[in-house]
């Protein structure tokens, strides 16, 4: 596609985070991206590639059909297959399928190829690889395979040119048959246990391409003899039906175009910024907002709760008389009253009650909009609530936000008003967000607008202020805000993360009521001459009109460059307003001779204003602590060699902030030299320890909620260009020489700052150039020194929104629901679990998910499941009381569980249903397993306070792994096999004897191979999930395997009158448990199985029997030439199932006290 586009003459770059075969290719061609652009008019992603330091519209191109994709921050979504597409959030707005494209020019046959005589495999698979090569050299065709999967290459067509057939699938065979090539389209993947055939391309294409030509849409395991017959029909012709059908459905141009028309839609909707003050766009919010209610499980735990919540006093001020806006908040109103008798509601509206739909228990007053204050004011006085908010009339207050107020309200009993996160109702019907920082002072000021309304206030503290100023009109929340700033200081006020109203998307014009309101907070603070700037409408910035001219030192390592350090010192000297600064070169190289000798000829000119350190430490953190000593300013300034000049209000714009008796440290925005945002501000815990948003944004973007065009209070600043008292420095002990890596001292010291009680500043207004290449990865060392100071504070930046993700690159985008949803959050009534399945197939749902499901649902634990591991930050941040970990054995997933031992309080729980050290050989599951697994397991289980398994013989075989193990036996939902109607009996005329299985049963299976063939006249052999080819011409009927959802419903539907379970017997079969016997027996199946351990445990009234050919003829013999006698054993089975072994009371409370501490 790329070189598709660039042959076009589009301006076309790839990113690719990793270096190897493909991104080496895409370097050779000139398109891996190498320049300093940061921003594009398209930007298409796949596979969890980071591009957030671009700017553009971002499709996500969904090439797996196993793994979701992303949520949050994508504009559209295409899948190259219906399959594909199903992967796709649901509500995400726009998606649409669009195959993968293949260059008719680039794949152009020289031979037409005819009958075959060469056959070219490009399988994933060795295993079929070598069966094919078999088949081939038995049958006399030429063989070639190439696996592209650990054999990169960008070009096969030499092979394709030999070849007659090609096997392979999705893009493999999409090559191929754009070639002129005949194709079989199979593959054997590790999912599937077996090789799976969707037939001949030129065939079967228009519909094995909804399932990426997998072997997923038609699911046909072929036998040597039906491959071989697929090859000898292959004749003249073949190859060119495939190539007209790629042309038809695959051609490049025609994909291209097609992604093009996709992208001008997108574009067009929104109107051509990607930038608007959502960047969830890709997220429908009201399905979002949907997601976000009180389950049953918990509503009785909140309504406890809500019992000590005093309520809330909602008025509504009605300035406009539009009956309709009105109506909407009432309507709104209703609602939440029905929810709780607690809320009571006060309208002031210019119009007459008359005209509306009034709530019953609703107070109206008809009055001018100038009296609203006075009348708000007669109310508080009279009326006993405790907290009170003000809507206008349009808005919409939600229940659920309501709800959490009132549990988070009751958490917090000093708090004096408390802001919330709102939705806004946008031009087109759509909803965006508004998720705002905690409290932030020069965000408040400087925005207004998006900051100071719908605020929680508390009446005792309204009334000790005298209530609302009268005469605001636009303005009465913001100076309500800022009088209590005045009062009581910065602290007691609160934020709830969570949407309390929908209103309208706030106008961006400048407000004189604001104005004066802020101005007169400024002088009450003492800034007599403080005036207020509008650069943009809405957005102000203030100057506090210091009077002094304090000294500023200003600390720059001289570095490697000496071009860079003279444009550095230059720009300082001639191109800044203000003068009263000195600076301090420190020399941190002095092997570099150009450096050293600049330096020195520097010092002996005698210049005031420069001074040379030549630091007797060599760490950064000395040099700059032993400069501190030297400074003689009010101020130290770190500024980087790496920073020019470009605007001489710089220094006087950092002062203005600086000289606040509240700050503590200045940054500003920094730029590249093509305008885009180098650094703004830095978000801790974002990407890791802490991240930088923003990257790549123009000078004029406005930032999520306008954030890169106003003054605001961060958490932590950058280096290259930091501003804080010396004094403070000082008292503080500098940098940290100790234990901070390099990477991280100035967020150390931001933190320390904070710490202190000072406010951390970032303005717009201060803009420099900074020029450098970018910053490497950092290590896990440095990671890890950072987390083990100030993990708490890294999961909780308050300049952040606990409902965005600090996984995705950039941030500022929606994290998971189930993660930030958390309405027990403020009391914890429950412990909270989090439960990491390792896969979401069988295993997953019987060892993790559906105990954990059970539990909540019975409201015995809180939590999520997660697939995925989360990163230190988000387990700090989401807390859990025990996380469960599932059969993690990858060295990524064991690097993560150490920091999780090593970073979270969590108890630590690990979970195995399989004795993974003796795997059968012909299981499928060997070759993805580490080659020294034990080694793996015992390292696992090193990071975990207990070991849960199934079954007494797994305990057994591992007692020397762990000293704490328990034994929690497999249960079976109810909710799957409680209700289950029993399978019909005798519905044919020869007794129904069945198996189920996959692919790692092939061992179990061949146990009974001969006993199969030996009743076929005997019995109709019903196979479900798997079936060998040596066996098809045996059995009766032949049933894929089904989602694991409909597995339940599909096996009693089998209507067996007899059930076998054999397994070969070995040290991993003893291990497993009887899961197979429950399944059967919950259908009402009557059962003959091995007499091995794993069957032996509970006693189950089932037929057990030695592995030995005769034994097993004979027990089935004796069940099928009695149906009377082997139905009522399935009874007694089923009975036995549904009263000991389903999966709720005893059994629930088993899985509960193996996963939390004693």
């Known amino acids: 596609m790329a070189l598709h586009l660039k042959s076009l003459g589009y301006d076309v770059e790839c990113a690719s985070p990793d270096v190897g075969y493909y991104s080496e290719f895409l370097e050779r061609q000139g398109v891996l991206c190498n320049s300093d652009s940061r921003k594009f008019d398209l930007i298409l992603i796949s596979y969890f590639i980071p591009a957030e330091e671009f700017t553009g519209f971002r499709i996500w191109v969904q090439h797996d059909a196993l793994w979701d994709a992303p949520v949050g921050g994508i504009h559209g979504y295409v899948g190259i297959s219906k399959e594909a597409l199903v992967r796709i959030p649901a509500h995400a707005r726009n998606k649409k399928v669009v195959f993968n494209g293949v260059s008719p020019r680039d794949y152009c046959r020289v031979r037409v190829s005819g009958e075959v005589k060469n056959v070219f495999s490009l399988s994933h698979s060795d295993a079929l690889n070598d069966r094919l090569k078999n088949l081939c050299d038995r049958y006399g065709f030429g063989f070639l395979s ?66 990426n030509c997998s072997g997923r849409k038609y699911q046909l395991r072929l036998s040597d003899e039906e491959i071989v017959n697929l090859f000898q029909s292959v004749g003249a012709g073949c190859g060119e039906l495939s190539r007209e059908m790629a042309l038809k459905f695959l051609s490049l141009p025609e994909k291209a175009s097609e992604i093009f028309e996709f992208y001008r839609e997108v574009r067009d909707e929104y109107g051509g910024d990607p930038s608007l003050p959502v960047r969830n766009r890709g997220v429908d919010i009201k399905a979002w907002l949907e997601a976000r209610s009180i389950g049953a499980e918990i509503s009785s735990l909140v309504m406890e709760r809500l019992d000590a919540w005093p309520g809330l006093f909602v008025f509504v001020l009605d300035s406009s008389g539009d009956s309709g806006k009105l109506q909407r908040t009432l309507d709104s109103l209703v609602a939440v009253c029905d929810w709780s008798a607690k809320v009571s509601v006060c309208i002031l509206s210019v119009e007459s009650e008359s005209n509306f739909a009034i709530g019953q228990g609703f107070r109206f007053y008809r009055e001018v909009e100038s009296a609203f204050a006075s009348r708000l004011n007669a109310i508080i006085e009279v009326e006993s609530f405790d907290w009170f908010v003000l809507l206008e009339a349009g808005d919409e207050l939600l229940v659920n936000g309501v709800a959490k107020l009132g549990l988070e309200s009751i958490a917090a009993p000093d708090c004096i008003a408390i802001s919330c996160d709102e939705l806004y109702r946008q031009s087109n019907g759509e909803l965006g967000a508004a998720f705002r920082p905690a409290f932030n002072l020069d965000y408040l000021i400087s925005f207004p607008a998006g900051m100071s309304r719908h605020w929680l206030f508390r009446r005792g503290l309204v009334l000790e202020l005298g209530g609302f100023e009268v005469g605001l009109g636009n303005a009465l929340e913001l100076d309500l805000i800022l009088r209590l700033i005045n009062q009581v200081g910065l602290s007691g006020f609160g934020h709830m993360s969570e949407p309390l109203v929908i209103a309208e998307i706030p106008d961006l014009k400048d407000v004189e009521d604001e104005r004066e309101v802020i101005v007169r907070h400024l002088q009450a603070r003492g800034y007599a001459d403080a005036r207020i700037l509008s650069r943009q409408p809405g957005r102000y910035h203030v100057y506090y009109g210091h009077e002094g001219q304090p000294i500023v030192s200003i600390l720059i390592i001289s570095g490697e460059s000496l071009e860079r350090l003279q444009r550095c010192v230059e720009g300082l000297l001639e191109n800044t307003d203000y003068q009263n600064f000195e600076v301090l070169v420190v020399e941190s190289h002095p092997a570099v001779r150009d450096i050293h000798e600049w330096l020195v000829a520097l010092s002996s000119l005698g210049e005031a204003k420069l001074r040379l350190v030549q630091p007797a430490g060599h760490k950064l953190a000395a040099m700059l602590n032993e400069a501190a000593v030297q400074a003689i300013g009010d101020y130290l300034l770190l500024l980087s060699a790496d920073v020019a000049i470009v605007d001489r209000s710089w220094l006087d714009e950092m002062l203005n902030h600086a000289q606040r008796p509240e700050v503590g440290g200045v940054g500003g925005k920094l730029l590249t030299a093509k305008g885009k945002v180098a650094q703004a501000g830095l978000i801790l815990g974002l990407e890791g320890p802490v991240g930088r948003p923003f990257l790549g944004e123009t000078l004029d973007a406005p930032g999520y909620m306008q954030r890169l065009q106003v003054d605001q209070n961060f958490s932590a600043l950058g280096r290259e260009c930091l501003m804080l008292p010396r004094e403070l420095y000082m008292n503080l002990g500098g940098l940290d020489e100790e234990w901070i890596p390099e990477r991280y001292l100035e967020v150390d010291l931001c933190l320390k700052v904070r710490e202190a009680g000072y406010l951390i500043v970032w303005s717009p207004a201060v803009q420099l150039l900074l020029d ?76 993790v998910m559906q105990p954990f499901n059970a539990l909540r649902e019975a409201g015995m634990v809180d939590g999520a499941l997660s697939v995925g591991l989360m990163h230190v930050v988000d387990l700090e941040r989401y807390s859990p009381n025990a996380v469960i970990l599932q059969r993690q054995i990858g060295e990524e997933r064991l690097e993560a569980m150490r920091r999780i031992k090593a970073f979270s309080q969590a108890f630590k729980v690990y979970e195995l249903d399989d004795y993974l050290p003796n795997l059968p050989m012909k299981s499928v599951h060997r070759q993805h397993m580490p080659k020294d697994i034990v080694k793996s397991l015992r390292r696992g289980l090193s990071y975990v306070d207990r070991f849960v398994v199934s079954t007494d013989v797994m305990a057994e075989a591992f007692a020397e792994f762990h000293p704490d193990i328990h034994v929690v036996k497999n249960r079976l939902d109810p909710r799957w096999w409680g209700g289950l109607s029993t399978g019909a009996r005798r519905t044919s005329s020869k007794p129904r004897v069945g198996w189920a299985g996959g692919a790692s049963h092939t061992g179990d299976l061949e146990m009974i191979v001969d006993v199969v063939k030996g009743l076929a006249d005997e019995v109709e052999w019903v196979f479900f999930g798997m079936c060998p080819e040596k066996l098809k011409p045996y059995i009766h009927e032949f049933h894929e395997g089904v989602a694991i959802e409909r597995y339940a419903k599909k096996l009693a539907s089998l209507n067996l009158d007899l059930a076998l379970a054999p397994v070969e017997q070995n040290l991993f079969n003893e291990c497993k448990s009887n899961l197979r016997l429950l399944e059967y027996g919950a259908c009402g199946f009557p059962v003959i199985c091995s007499d091995v351990r794993c069957y032996q445990d509970g006693l189950l009234p089932v037929t057990r029997v030695k592995n030995r050919f005769r034994d097993w003829m004979d027990a089935i013999r004796a069940h099928i030439n009695d149906l009377d006698a082997a139905a009522k054993a399935g009874d007694e089975l089923r009975a036995a199932v549904l009263a000991g072994w389903m999966l709720e009371g005893e059994s629930l409370e088993a899985w509960r006290k193996a996963w939390l501490p004693d």
Request: proline fraction near 8%; include cysteine; charged fraction near 20%.
């Open 772 to 847: 450098r290449k970018p910053l490497a990865q950092p290590s896990l060392v440095e990671q890890d020194a950072l987390y083990a100071k100030w993990l708490p504070q890294l999961a909780r930046d308050p300049a952040y929104n606990p409902n965005f993700s600090l996984v995705m690159p950039g941030g500022f985008k929606l994290a998971d629901t189930r993660l930030s949803w958390r309405p027990l959050d403020s009391w914890h009534p429950l412990p909270v679990v989090l439960a990491h399945p390792a896969d979401t197939m069988g295993c997953g749902h019987y060892r």
């Open 146 to 211: 190439h696996n592209k999967f650990t054999n990169p290459s960008m070009d096969i067509r030499q092979s394709l040119e030999w070849a007659d057939l090609v096997v392979g699938v999705g893009r493999s065979a999409y090559e191929a048959a754009m070639y002129g090539r005949a194709v079989l389209l199979l593959d054997q993947r590790s999912y599937n246990g077996s090789a799976l055939s969707d037939g001949l391309f030129h065939e079967n294409f228009e519909k094995a391409v909804e399932r």
